[in-house]
């Protein structure tokens, strides 16, 4: 089963940028389209991003332009490259593959963007 760490987090103030990562461990990973979602205090999750295998990408609108997703397979890692954030993004990430009910949630990364 594959195993998923995430990192890169931080606080930074509004138009700053951070570079997240997903780890994985485990066999398989790059056979899967990968997702980054995030949470909010008191919200639920919320998709940000998508990357396929074949590296084709999909974003929420309110990330566009500023968000950018990746994969090195050969690493066995996504990344998220957020710039000019804003303090609504602010939440824990969390890497997660595309498959149905995924229950192995890591323990996420904190972004914290103060205006």
């Known amino acids: 089963q594959v195993q998923f760490v995430e990192s890169g987090g931080g606080s930074v103030q509004a138009g700053g940028s951070l570079r997240l990562s997903c780890a994985a461990s485990g066999s398989g990973f790059a056979i899967y389209s990968m997702t980054w979602y995030r949470q909010a205090p008191g919200n639920g999750r919320e998709l940000v991003a998508t990357?396929?295998?074949?590296?084709?990408?999909n974003y929420a609108d309110s990330v566009k332009g500023r968000f950018t997703i990746s994969r090195d397979n050969a690493k066995n890692t996504i990344y998220l490259q957020m710039n000019s954030l804003k303090p609504e993004d602010t939440g824990v990430y969390y890497c997660?593959?595309?498959?149905?009910?995924?229950?192995?949630w890591g323990q996420g990364t904190q972004v914290t963007v103060s205006s």
């Open positions: 990357i396929t295998r074949d590296t084709k990408t």
């Open positions: 997660a593959p595309v498959v149905p009910n995924f229950r192995s």
